[in-house]
């Protein structure tokens, strides 16, 4: 029999726990769960036994406040003040996948890390999966933000995702469903993605694999890998690269506090070692600045800012 609910200190919970079985923690440091390591608290992290668990918490919550869902913390910057409301962190109970050889289907958990689906798609011969080597997140970040590498995007592959609501709702949406964008789809906020189903192609193992590791290698040689960043910063405007934006704005190394822009890539910031979010967030508006000062262009945020300044 699962225990029930643990809640770690002697602050009330927000809802009646029992017979829950997640693992619910007030005042809960993210900066050791984010790429950056840096930020404040979440009021709440839950941290969900199964689908179920989740379900129920949310239900009991019903709407009374807000819900942000957490994945490997790889596209954000949490503000110093911390996050209001309740954290989801999905575990490895959400982390699994499974592929249907004859259909090409690949049916994986929210918080399964894009680098899994891939590995797993190319051991079953399906292709067409292989960007996700190159998206440093978990399936339910890059459904909501219709993340890409490499020419490909999520709203090339999706079928369909499950979604459990900040109320408890659970809902099937169809790919249509997400309204698509660059970087971006129709996904409520608080919405917690749990399960997602992808359709690839018939495919040589060798081939993908080989495709995969071409991947690896041009992350290796362009960007920042192993140093507290956060992934691309800005959205590549229409027809330009925010890279080449921001250099020639000459922000390349540009530094505020204990953030820099990266001397490698630079659409990546990075924490050198003691910055604050504030730090990290001001150098991004400030290179933001500098490039429509240089250019005319007005870059536009891709790595999510949350929480209270």
Wanted: glycine content about 14%; hydrophobic content about 40%; proline content about 6%.
């Amino acid at each position: 029999m699962a225990p029930d609910c643990s809640v770690e200190g002697t602050i009330e919970a927000p809802i009646d726990t029992d017979g829950l079985k997640g693992k619910l923690t007030p005042d809960a440091p993210l900066a050791k769960l984010v790429w950056f390591k840096s930020g404040g608290k979440a009021d709440w992290l839950f941290e969900p036994e199964d689908l179920a668990d989740l379900k129920e918490f949310l239900r009991r919550l019903d709407g009374d406040l807000p819900v942000m869902a957490l994945g490997l913390g790889s596209n954000m910057i949490v503000r110093d003040g911390g996050v209001p409301g309740v954290v989801i962190k999905l575990g490895k109970p959400f982390a699994d996948v499974a592929i249907d050889d004859e259909s090409c289907v690949v049916d994986c958990g929210g918080g399964a890390h894009g680098i899994l689906v891939a590995s797993a798609a190319r051991d079953c011969g399906v292709a067409g999966l292989e960007f996700m080597r190159g998206i440093p997140g978990t399936v339910g970040g890059f459904v909501r933000m219709n993340g890409g590498a490499y020419g490909r995007e999520v709203s090339d592959v999706l079928i369909d995702c499950e979604v459990v609501m900040p109320d408890g709702q659970f809902h099937t949406l169809p790919a249509s469903d997400l309204q698509y964008s660059y970087r971006h789809s129709a996904l409520p906020a608080g919405a917690v993605v749990i399960r997602a189903r992808f359709k690839g192609e018939p495919g040589d193992p060798e081939v993908i694999g080989a495709k995969m590791d071409e991947i690896a290698g041009a992350r290796e040689n362009s960007q920042p890998l192993r140093t507290k960043t956060g992934g691309s910063t800005f959205k590549n405007p229409p027809g330009r690269k925010a890279w080449e934006l921001v250099d020639a704005a000459g922000c390349r190394g540009l530094t505020m506090g204990g953030a820099q822009v990266s001397e490698k890539h630079t659409n990546f910031l990075l924490n050198t070692g003691d910055a604050t979010s504030a730090d990290i967030e001001g150098l991004g508006e400030e290179v933001k600045r500098r490039v429509y000062e240089h250019s005319g262009v007005e870059l536009e945020w891709e790595i999510q800012r949350v929480g209270r300044p």
